[in-house]
């Protein structure tokens, strides 16, 4: 990084793109050029997507952990009953996030594994 900031070697293409992941920003607004709105919200788009597909994932672990453990405790109606309550909420923003990377992506099927336990769970 010294050598960079220094001027000399130049950054790779590799590095400025992390850097700009790291920083949520477009490689242009990295190196200080002026961009095109446009490119920018194509940008935002593209993270929104990713930030939604990861989020999904989240919940569907947390949602799966939580029906292993609640199918652990029997004879405790007001657990199941909170329990039950958390996996809809829990099953709400899983759509809500998958709904947001599908609209934000040019993937159509954004977050399908995510939607798979909700979905085997509604069968039911």
Known sequence: MAKIESGERWVRLAEANALADVFAVSVDVLLGRSTNPSNDQAYALRVLADTA????????????????????????????????????????????????ARLSSDDPQPATYSRALFEAEDSR
């Open 53 to 100: 597909n990861r989020s999904a994932y989240q919940v569907h672990d947390i949602a799966a952990t939580l029906a292993e453990r609640l199918h652990d405790v029997n004879g405790h109606e007001t657990l199941q009953a909170h329990g039950e309550r958390a996996w809809n909420a829990l099953r709400d923003a899983n759509a809500a996030l998958t709904a947001i």
